[in-house]
């Protein structure tokens, strides 16, 4: 990948507003391609995920319209690492694929700047050769609680398991070229700062 069109990874945990980040730099002219996205979609009825899980974890992990069983591996993941790893293994090459494509289109396409929203991306090591710089959308623990509490119904337990399986802040903050603070902070205020950081990405 290389060329004069600027590569963006955004990261940040769950519940830091990465989203809205997202939405808010495609509204600039940034193009995104959303790992996140991809990946539901591979492991999604008719995914190309979903025949290699039902081989390597058996039939009762895809539901009957054909699609992975989201919370049965989700809990299998939570308590069995190499179940996750295992998953990974089949998911993460097809997202890898899907990623490259999408970035081909938007090059073709003229874009400036290609945003890829990465929620791992401090964790798999490999991003962060891909893209020119790292944005990472910053909050602290108890903010990200109490939105995914709000956002997703979750009880805290779930949401607290989730934050330690990813990059601690530290982690990610020492990845960042960039920094996004959004705690606090009024949608609007956060709005207007995603704007200037787009115009620095020349949108």
Known sequence: ????????????????????????????????????AISRAV??????????????????????DGAMDREMMRQLAFTDASARR?????VHPLVSQETIRQYGQAVGAGSACVVFDIPLLVESGRWRQ????????????????SRVMARNGW?????????AGQASRAQRLSAADLCLY??????????????????RFGL
């Open 130 to 145: 891909q893209v020119d710089q790292v944005l990472v959308v910053d909050c602290n623990e108890a903010t990200q609680v």
């Open 182 to 199: 959004n705690d606090g902070l009024p949608l609007d205020a956060l709005d207007l700062q995603v704007r200037r950081l787009a115009a």
């Open 86 to 90: 295992r998953l990974e293994s089949i």
């Open 1 to 36: 990948m290389g060329g004069a069109v600027l590569r963006i990874g955004l990261t940040g945990g769950i519940g830091s507003g990465k989203s809205t980040v997202a939405r808010t730099l495609v509204a600039c002219g940034a193009t995104l391609v959303d790992a996140d």
């Open 43 to 64: 492991t999604a009825a008719g995914g190309a995920a979903v025949k290699e899980i039902a081989a390597q974890f058996g039939g009762q992990f895809v539901t009957p």
């Open 155 to 163: 009880p805290r337990e779930a949401v607290e398991k989730v934050i």
